[in-house]
């Protein structure tokens, strides 16, 4: 099913008869790769593709993919879904082996599109293995190369959190500010509460929650319509089932921002996710 039911009855057919014509949000991919080989591949795929900007998880690059998943995914091209159920599994580089100026010299000239810089935590479920205050350290200097954007989650401390808001403003990168929850979705009036409350944390507003069932998705679009007629860019989202319709529908409750994968196995929607191609195809299918 396409249509979530309060929209179908309801939001679909409201916007219809007033003829509102609906702007189509950014669309980010998510970059999966662990290597810099890995996100160079990607970033032009991505590009191709036709994505308005990527997400760097630098993060990822603390994970080691196994050599026989690393030749299937060469293989196929693609990532397989049992490879992204496993990675919590895989190995972990210190953090000393990696540094993040070398990572994004080699990378800043080689993706082509705006990046989002995003280094998260484990207990944010990243995979960035050292402590809060190397973790801050990375994102400063992040800040200093001059992303388009940096992800700053509503979780940090609070000072240290708005210090490197200012260094943002200072050199011209926006922030997300950004939630996420595994322990299922808040109701409607708590995920609005969150949003209006943290609209000047950040450029815009992320939140991201584990879904359970389509039920639990209906409540963040329902939010986001809810949304509509406040100024704040917003981007609501689940991952697990219904997932996708938070991404399918997301022009028709205007959010600002959809996280798009290039990731095409059939069994996405179990995620919640969608991949890049098909997001815009399904837009122009249902005519948003």
């Known amino acids: 099913m396409i249509f979530p039911p309060t929209l179908s009855l309801v939001t679909v057919k409201k916007m ?8 189509e949000p950014l669309v980010c991919v998510s ?12 970033a032009a795929r991505a590009n191709l593709a036709g994505a308005d900007l990527a997400e760097l998880r630098y993060d990822r ?8 998943e ?18 919590m599994l895989w190995e972990r580089r210190d953090v000393d082996d990696i540094e993040v100026d070398e990572i994004i010299s080699k990378l800043k000239d080689g993706i082509p599109l705006p990046v989002i810089f995003t280094c998260r935590s484990i207990g944010e479920g990243g995979f960035y293995p050292g402590d809060e205050e190397s973790r801050i350290e990375i994102l400063e ?18 000072k ?31 995920i609005i509460e969150i949003v209006k409350s943290n609209a000047e944390n950040g450029d815009l507003v992320k939140c991201c929650y584990r ?8 409540a963040l679009i329902d939010a986001a319509e809810a949304l509509k007629d406040v100024d704040i860019d917003t981007a609501l989202m689940g991952l697990g089932p219904g997932g996708d319709w938070t991404r399918i529908h997301a022009p028709l409750v205007e959010q600002a921002m959809v996280y798009t994968t290039l990731r095409n196995d059939f069994k996405l929607y179990e995620e919640g996710l969608i991949n890049v191609k098909d997001v815009r195809d399904t837009w122009i299918l249902l005519e948003y």
């Open 160 to 190: 240290k959190r708005q210090q490197l808001v200012a260094k943002a403003a200072e050199n011209g990168v926006k922030v997300i500010a950004s939630v996420h929850g595994t322990d299922g979705v808040p109701v409607m009036d708590e």
């Open 61 to 68: 690059f603390f994970i080691i993919r196994p050599e026989e």
């Open 70 to 87: 690393e030749d299937e995914a060469r293989e196929e091209e693609e990532y397989d879904q049992d490879l992204v159920i496993d990675e």
């Open 141 to 158: 200097q992040a800040i200093e190369s001059e992303v388009s954007w940096v992800d700053l989650e509503l979780s940090m401390n609070s």
């Open 31 to 42: 970059f999966e790769g662990v290597t810099i080989e890995e996100i160079l591949e990607e």
């Open 16 to 23: 219809m008869h007033h003829g509102e014509s609906m702007n």
């Open 211 to 218: 879904t359970s069932n389509h039920q639990e998705s209906l």
